[in-house]
């Protein structure tokens, strides 16, 4: 096994040795994971931790295969949600993270379904039920000065907002429909905690859940018909609120280490898709002033690490107000200086986006002249033609 694999087991006590057996046989006998999911799914009860050990090892064996089989995935998700599910006992902790891990590697293996999603199961509403449950539960959502009841809280919910993520990714806004006023929650729920990812800067990995549940949020306020008004209402409060934290973390971070460079790429894609439908409006005249500077900056200044702030930037350049004279010549110089085979695609989009946005712009916009949407263009030609 890598040292990953070694470091992961021990998370999950007895399973290292045993993951280990499994490992080595799958090598000479392609029907370990077959026995693996009969050993789930056929024995009546589980105790959570046990169960949990045993879920690792098979996603840990999933890895390992081409095609994802969803019957026997749906088969396993059943079984651990109705385990989860159990009300007169606290969730296993080990087995909600194995979960959450098991369908973010169905998500990467599924890819073949983009723009699909996951039809609505059991198993999905299960785990639907188990999580408001959890996080309507004060020991786990509430910070105590018991050291035992912040551990609840510094434990659980990263894995909560985690597991919800992953399956609002697969099944989309249908996850909600029975239940809208869960999407409720956990939007005002993940704001909270956003506001207390930017203030404590505690886990990269947990506002890049957070930043990821957000933009699903602004799309299922601007187009999912599963609120009524008042109640979409209430969202768009909530992530305004999401948005001005947003804000005023951009405006105060002066740092350059990596850690900022990707609390800022997790977030900026769904500042850009609030701006986008409109939220510009919403914002404190004190975060809009130089929103177009700050986002610029930022944007430019974690190219080294990820493209996804310039080009989601882009999308929305023509909205931002008191951009600088230099934007363009800022963005043409960054997207020159980081061109590479591996990224050419991501800066081919990212130029293609500004020309669309551009076009017709320039009379009424001082920082583009046409001088400068031409160095656009000409980038544009030049990395295309090779």
């Known amino acids: 096994m890598s040292g990953w694999e070694a470091e992961r087991c021990t998370c999950h006590k007895g399973s290292a040795g045993l993951l280990s057996c499994w490992t080595i046989e799958l090598i000479g006998n392609s029907s370990v994971m077959s026995s693996v999911y009969n050993l789930i799914v056929n024995q009546k009860t589980w105790n959570g931790d046990q169960l949990a050990v045993h879920l690792f090892a098979y996603k840990e064996l999933l890895s390992l295969v081409k095609e994802v089989d969803m019957n026997q995935v749906d088969e396993i998700m059943d079984v651990t949600s109705i385990c989860l599910k159990k009300e007169n006992e606290l969730p296993?902790?080990?087995?909600?993270?194995?979960?959450?891990?098991?369908?973010?590697?169905?998500?990467?293996?599924?890819e073949i379904f983009t723009g699909k999603k996951l039809m609505q199961r059991n198993w999905s509403i299960n785990f639907r039920i188990v999580i408001r449950r959890l996080l309507q539960t004060p020991a786990i959502t509430q910070s105590i000065p018991s050291t035992s009841k912040e551990a609840f809280s510094d434990q659980y919910l990263p894995v909560l907002f985690e597991l919800s993520d992953e399956l609002v990714s697969l099944i989309g806004s249908q996850w909600f429909e029975s239940d809208p006023d869960f999407l409720l929650l956990l939007s005002s729920m993940s704001s909270i905690r956003l506001q207390e990812v930017f203030n404590k800067q505690t886990s990269i990995k947990e506002a890049f859940v957070h930043g990821r549940?957000?933009?699903?949020?602004?799309?299922?306020?601007?187009?999912?018909?599963?609120?009524?008004?008042?109640?979409?209402?209430i969202l768009c409060g909530t992530l305004r609120e999401s948005a001005i934290y947003t804000c005023e973390y951009y405006y105060n971070c002066k740092e350059s280490l990596d850690d900022f460079k990707k609390m800022i790429v997790s977030t900026f894609q769904f500042l850009c898709i609030y701006i986008d439908f409109g939220g510009l409006a919403t914002l404190p005249s004190e975060y809009t002033k130089d929103l177009g500077k700050v986002l610029l900056h930022h944007a430019v200044g974690c190219c080294e690490i990820s493209l996804v702030p310039l080009e989601c930037l882009a999308k929305v350049i023509c909205e931002l107000p008191n951009l600088p004279n230099t934007t363009l010549d800022t963005i043409t110089d960054a997207l020159k200086k980081y061109n590479n085979k591996a990224n050419e695609e991501d800066v081919v989009r990212i130029l293609d986006s500004l020309h669309v946005q551009l076009q017709g712009s320039t009379a009424?916009?001082?920082?583009?002249?046409?001088?400068?949407?031409?160095r656009v263009v000409e980038l544009l030609q030049q990395i295309k033609s090779g």
């Open 213 to 233: 549940l957000h933009c699903y949020f602004a799309h299922y306020g601007e187009y999912a018909s599963i609120l009524s008004d008042d109640k979409a209402t």
């Open 92 to 110: 296993s902790l080990d087995l909600l993270r194995v979960s959450a891990e098991l369908l973010s590697l169905i998500e990467r293996k599924t």
């Open 364 to 374: 009424s916009r001082k920082w583009c002249s046409n001088v400068n949407l031409r």
